[in-house]
């Protein structure tokens, strides 16, 4: 099993950056892709971007395309995710997520074909 940590969430004014980061550890890691999601209270998790582990390739949300920045380290295991100019709508706890799957861009969207989540890290962007 693979345990996933999110850091680097806080409490931000619109305008300002974040960088996110996610450590994957346990078991000899051989994800397919790592994904970032968010979520509401009350709202669904939604997607945010994605990475390819092994090609690099990404896949974003239109809300974050030119503003959020997914990248990897293979070596080290992380996924970071550097959010510029956020929006108080971007308000959210963050989840990064492992998939197995080895599957098209639109199935990087979707939370069911995640199987490990981290436990979340809070980003707030006041107005």
């Known amino acids: 099993q693979v345990q996933l940590v999110e850091s680097g969430g806080g409490l931000v004014q619109a305008g300002d950056s974040l960088r996110l980061s996610c450590a994957a550890s346990g078991r000899t890691f051989a994800g397919y892709a790592m994904g970032w999601f968010r979520q509401v209270p009350g709202k669904e998790r939604e997607f945010v971007a994605a990475?390819?582990?092994?090609?690099?390739?990404?896949v974003y949300a239109d809300s974050a395309k030119g503003r959020f920045t997914i990248s990897r380290d293979n070596a080290k295991n992380t996924v970071d995710l550097q959010m510029n100019s956020l929006k108080p709508e971007d308000t959210a706890i963050y989840y990064c997520?492992?998939?197995?799957?080895?599957?098209?861009?639109?199935?990087?969207?979707?939370?069911?074909?995640?199987?490990?989540w981290g436990q979340g890290t809070q980003v707030t962007v006041s107005s």
């Open positions: 997520a492992v998939t197995y799957s080895a599957v098209h861009n639109m199935g990087l969207m979707w939370k069911n074909n995640y199987k490990s």
């Open positions: 990475i390819r582990w092994s090609a690099g390739s990404t």
